[in-house]
């Protein structure tokens, strides 16, 4: 009969100038067992937290499923780990890249979700400014003050711009297939960040940034369409992150700032809406899906400006409902911690979708029933982000007065002319 262990890390908050230990995370292990077999179902091999005292006295909740209280917590009802972890997963792609080239050495019995959480959390990559060390030890960001430079990391220092054009074959041989060991192992040095495709991180100019590379499936130049929802965004009144297009192996990829980075290249603590909003439970004890009220109500209980971000956040959803309607993420919303409460993060994904596309996530609606079909449909909601319907409707019709020149701006950004005729079919009816 196999017997369960517990395996302690320490979890670290890495936005000030001296860490702080937020609490102790214990990952179940068997010695008797393989990796990856542990069930969320049997609660002996579900991940547990405690909050640090310190933390209990000073910090704030890391999420709806963590209530700031001294006992020791489990995930909630049906998932595998707690949700401050499951924002910054890496992939299956992503991890299934790293064992193949790196072949790190996991801890004994180290399960799929322990062997995740360390990667999410390990500077210089990790998301969010939430790391974790074996209980006892200390951050390496203690011992080195270029988190960039970090040698003790897992996969070693990040890839410098200078080998991006090395970086875009590995890339390309990856998607097809043929990719020689060496390769692959450049390849790895990129993961880390969380998201559905993988998000390579490159350094440039001393900076750790996103590089954004058309895939070999994408039916439109992908780079240029995230970016350039970023750019008309910006153009519109709302914070975004900032881009940079560039052209490497015969193709053009782009690349942007972390929303988790300051302008030095400092960690910020970001947690997402699918963390921060509290939600009623099902009879089953899951949370139910998350909402734009839920959202709102984030800024309006701990936010350090909730009139200037409830009216951004506003702004976003006409912006996002404008373009394409219906078709909105959790992982989209992200909310920094300032000493005075969260900020709602600048924008970093604000996709405009074809549309002959099918979403690949649930549409997200106001209250629970309420799903936003068309831009006007938001009108009614202005008063719960602070404003006036007349307020709204103004804010509307600035935006579509920024949208009248949306193609000659494309062109000036030298759009494939295809990539133009799929986005007219965006506003064809507008």
Avoid at 277 to 297: E, F, I, K, N, V
Wanted: glycine share 6%.
């Amino acid at each position: 009969m196999s017997t369960v262990h517990d395996r302690y890390y320490d979890v670290w908050a890495m936005d000030g100038v001296h860490p702080q230990l937020i609490g102790r995370l214990a990952f179940p292990f068997s010695k008797e067992s393989s990796s990856g077999t542990h069930s969320f179902r049997n609660p002996l091999f579900l991940p547990k937290f405690q909050y640090a005292t310190s933390w209990l006295t000073d910090g704030f909740s890391l999420g709806h499923d963590l209530p700031l209280v001294p006992d020791i917590q489990r995930p909630q009802t049906g998932l595998s780990n707690f949700q401050f972890l499951l924002d910054r997963e890496v992939n299956n792609t992503a991890l299934e890249l790293i064992e193949s080239a790196v072949k790190p050495q996991w801890p004994e019995g180290a399960s799929d979700v322990e062997k995740r959480s360390v990667l999410a959390t390990s500077l210089p990559r990790a998301f969010g400014a939430i790391a974790l060390t074996p209980t006892g030890t200390v951050p390496d960001a203690l011992k080195s003050a270029d988190l960039t430079e970090e040698p003790r990391h897992l996969l070693g220092g990040l890839v410098r711009l200078n080998d991006l054009e090395r970086l875009l074959h590995a890339w390309q041989r990856f998607e097809r297939g043929k990719i020689e060991h060496k390769a692959l192992s450049l390849l790895a040095k990129t993961c880390g960040l969380p998201g559905r495709r993988l998000n390579p991180l490159i350094l440039k100019d001393g900076r750790s940034v996103i590089l954004r590379v058309r895939g070999a499936g994408d039916v439109v130049d992908t780079p240029f369409w995230k970016g350039f929802a970023l750019t008309m965004a910006k153009s519109c009144g709302i914070p975004t992150v900032q881009l940079e297009r560039l052209y490497a192996q015969g193709e053009a990829v782009s690349v942007a700032t972390r929303l988790d980075r300051n302008d030095a290249d400092q960690p910020l603590l970001v947690l997402s809406a699918s963390t921060l909003a509290h939600r009623a439970l099902t009879p089953s004890g899951r949370p139910q899906a998350l909402t734009y009220l839920a959202m709102a109500d984030i800024l309006n209980r701990e936010g350090a400006s909730p009139r200037e971000d409830l009216k951004l956040m506003f702004k976003r959803l006409l912006y996002t409902h404008w373009v394409s309607p219906g078709v909105d993420s959790p992982d989209r919303w992200q909310f920094e911690r300032t000493p005075l409460g969260w900020r709602l993060s600048p924008a970093h994904a604000l996709d405009w979708q074809s549309p002959d596309s099918v979403p690949s996530t649930t549409p997200l609606t106001m209250e629970g029933r309420t799903r936003i079909r068309d831009v006007n449909d938001l009108m009614s909601w202005a008063p719960y982000f602070g404003l006036t319907v007349k307020a709204a409707k103004t804010l509307l019709d600035e935006m579509q007065f920024t949208f009248r020149h949306w193609e000659d701006e494309a062109l000036a950004q030298e759009a494939d002319p295809n990539d133009l005729a799929v986005m007219g079919q965006l506003f064809f009816t507008r």
